[in-house]
């Protein structure tokens, strides 16, 4: 399978926005169910938002109202739009995409290098 790159992290002031991306070629016109997740240190890897072949999509709590995942299925990219960060949004975000659609669960067979976002306060 052709990797999952992702892009657009960065630092940014509590209350900003940020739009991740994934490039996500092969898997979104084949039909995999797509996901991003983040990971802080010390921290368990946590299921932030996911978009089933519908367009059906599922958010952590921690996230509702604030993120918004999306997928362009012209340029074959997933994209997660984050508002009003907060410090605690802190971690490396990773796409990940599946044929089993593993909802939130870390259960994904491919996953990207991920791209860092820190919020400071």
């Known amino acids: 399978q052709v990797p999952l790159v992702e892009s657009g992290g960065g630092s940014v002031q509590a209350g900003g926005s940020l739009r991740l991306s994934c490039a996500a070629s092969?898997?979104?016109?084949?039909?995999?169910?797509l996901a991003w997740f983040r990971q802080a240190p010390g921290k368990a890897r946590e299921g932030v938002a996911a978009?089933?072949?519908?367009?059906?999509?599922g958010y952590a709590d921690s996230v509702k109202g604030r993120f918004t995942i999306s997928q362009d299925n012209a340029k074959n990219l997933l994209y997660l739009q984050m508002n009003s960060l907060k410090p605690e949004d802190t971690a490396m975000y990773y796409c990940?995409?599946?044929?089993?659609?593993?909802?939130?669960?870390?259960?994904?067979?491919?996953w990207g290098q991920g791209t860092q976002v820190t919020v400071s306060s």
């Open positions: 990940a995409a599946d044929r089993t659609n593993w909802w939130l669960l870390p259960e994904y067979k491919y």
């Open positions: 978009i089933d072949r519908d367009g059906i999509t």
């Open positions: 092969g898997y979104i016109h084949n039909g995999y169910y």
